[in-house]
C-alpha cells in the first residue's frame, strides 16, 4: 500500500536515519534494520563504506539478504587499520554534514564501525546527530583484538547502546555508561537467520559443494591472530585434515585467509581438505544447519550455531559471546591452539552431537530484533 501523500511529507520532513555497512559480518545485521526502517517508513540513507568490497564478500550478501543499493558508496577499499579507519573518517564526514542525519546508527565491531562512531561523536553537536550502536556490551577483554578496541570505543561514543544479549548491559555498566542509554533488543543477526533458514535448507548446500549426504564439518578461518602467523595457522591447518581422515571437512576461505596460505607455502595441507571460495549467506547458513560440528574463530558463527543447536569449536582464548558457550553449544579449544587440542575438542564436541537448545535459546533472539531497534530509535530521541 502507497503512504498517503501527507504522511511522505511529514516523513521527508524529518531528518533521515544513517545506517553503515561495510564488512560482511555487518551486512546480515543491517538487511533487517533497514527493512524494519522502510516498514515503518521512516526515512534512511544506507551508507557502504566499501571496507569489504568483491562480489563474493559484499555484492553476494546484498542480493541474497534482498538489502537494497546503498545510497552512498564511500569505496574505501583495504589498508592497515590506520589507512582504512582514516579513509572511512574522511569519506564519511562530508555525508553527514550534508545529510544531517538524527541518528547514525552503526552495528558491530569493525573498522568502518567505530570509524563512522568517531565523525559522528565529533560533528554531533554542530549537526544534531545521535549515534546508535548495535551489538552494544560486547567484550572479549582481549585488548590485542582490533574488534576489542573498536567495540569498547564505539560505545563509548554512543548516544543509545542496543544489547544482544543480557551479559551485555553489566560489562557497560562496569565501564561508567549510564543504565538509561542502554536498551536490551536481542540479536538481530537471528533475525535474518530465522528469515533465511528454510529457503538454505531446501538449498541443498552440502550437495552443491560436492559432499553428498555423508556427515561432515564446516570451519571458517580469518582472525589476524591464527591466519597471520605460520606458528598459529599450519597447526590448525593440521588439526583440519586429521579431523578430514574420518569426515569431509570444508573450508570456505576468507581472502586474508587464502593470501596467508600462499605467503607461508602451506598450500598442500589444503589438500585434505574441502577448500572452497567465500561462501554466500544461503550455502553458509545451509552448511551450518547440516554440519556435525563447526570450526570457527567467527563471532557471527558462534551465534549461528547457538541457534541451530550445532556443536561449535572456536579457535580462541576468549570470546565475546559467552552466552553461546552457557547454552552450551560452543567450547573454546585450549590455549595455545595445538594440533592435539583442536582435534580432542573437536572429538568431543562430535561425542555430544546436536544441542536441544530449546527453551535454553537466549531472549531475545527471536526474530523480531529489528522492530525493537526501530522502536527504542523512537523512544530515545532524547538521550544526549
Ligand atoms: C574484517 C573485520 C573483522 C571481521 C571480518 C569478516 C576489522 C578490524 N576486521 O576483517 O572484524 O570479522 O572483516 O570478514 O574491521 N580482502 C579482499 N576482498 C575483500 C575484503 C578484503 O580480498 O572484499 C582482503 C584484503 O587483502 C584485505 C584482507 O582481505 O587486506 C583483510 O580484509 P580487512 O577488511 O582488512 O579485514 P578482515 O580480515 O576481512
Known amino acids: 500500500m502507497e503512504p498517503k501523500e501527507e504522511s511522505i511529507n511529514a516523513m521527508e520532513a524529518l531528518s533521515p536515519v544513517l545506517v553503515v555497512a561495510g564488512a560482511r559480518p555487518n551486512f546480515m545485521k543491517v538487511a533487517p534494520i533497514i527493512h524494519a526502517l522502510d516498514s515503518a517508513r521512516i526515512r534512511r ?8 568490497y568483491d562480489a563474493q564478500m559484499s555484492d553476494t550478501f546484498f542480493a541474497e539478504l534482498g538489502i537494497p543499493a546503498p545510497d552512498r558508496h564511500l569505496g574505501v ?12 573518517m574522511e569519506a564519511i564526514e562530508p555525508v553527514l554534514l550534508e545529510t544531517r542525519p538524527r541518528w547514525i546508527l552503526v552495528v558491530g565491531d569493525v573498522n568502518s564501525t567505530l570509524a563512522c562512531a568517531l565523525v559522528a561523536a565529533k560533528l554531533r553537536h554542530s549537526i544534531g546527530c545521535r549515534i546508535a550502536h548495535v551489538e552494544a556490551g560486547l567484550r572479549s577483554n582481549d585488548w590485542s583484538m582490533p574488534e576489542e578496541v573498536n567495540r569498547v570505543l564505539t560505545d563509548r561514543l554512543s548516544d543509545l547502546l542496543l544489547t544482544p544479549s543480557p551479559d551485555a548491559e553489566p560489562n557497560l555498566l562496569r565501564e561508567g555508561i549510564e543504565a538509561e ?17 528454510p529457503g538454505a535448507r531446501a538449498h541443498d548446500a552440502p550437495r552443491r559443494v560436492g559432499i553428498g549426504g555423508s556427515p561432515f564439518a564446516i570451519a571458517t578461518l580469518h582472525r589476524p591472530s591464527n591466519v597471520d602467523s605460520p606458528t598459529t595457522l599450519r597447526p590448525i591447518l593440521m588439526a583440519l585434515g586429521a579431523l578430514a581422515v574420518s569426515m569431509p571437512v570444508v573450508l570456505p576461505l576468507h581472502p586474508r585467509t587464502r593470501q596467508r596460505v600462499e605467503e607461508f607455502g602451506l598450500g598442500s595441507l589444503l589438500a585434505p581438505l574441502k577448500a572452497t571460495p567465500p561462501l554466500g549467506y544461503t550455502d ?58 583442536i582435534v580432542a575438542t573437536v572429538r568431543a564436541a562430535l561425542e555430544q552431537g546436536p544441542v536441544p537448545v530449546g527453551a535454553r535459546a537466549p531472549a531475545g533472539w527471536d526474530g523480531r530484533a529489528s522492530q525493537r531497534i526501530v ?10
Open 181 to 197: 542509554r542502554i536498551v536490551f533488543v536481542g540479536n538481530v543477526m537471528i533475525d535474518t537467520l530465522l528469515r533465511m533458514l
Open 77 to 88: 577499499g583495504s589498508g592497515s587499520h590506520a589507512a582504512q579507519t582514516a579513509r572511512i
Open 45 to 52: 540513507i544506507l551508507v557502504h563504506t566499501g571496507q569489504h
Open 284 to 341: 553458509m547458513l545451509g552448511l551450518q544447519s547440516a554440519a556435525s560440528v563447526v570450526i570457527t574463530d567467527s563471532g557471527g558463527v558462534q551465534e549461528e550455531t547457538t541457534v541451530l543447536g550445532i556443536p561449535c569449536v572456536t579457535l580462541r582464548e576468549t570470546t565475546e559471546r559467552p552466552i553461546t558457550i552457557s547454552v552450551g553449544t560452543n567450547r573454546l579449544a585450549p590455549w595455545p591452539l595445538t594440533e592435539d587440542g
Open 375 to 384: 522502536e527504542a530509535l523512537r523512544n530515545h530521541t532524547n538521550v544526549a
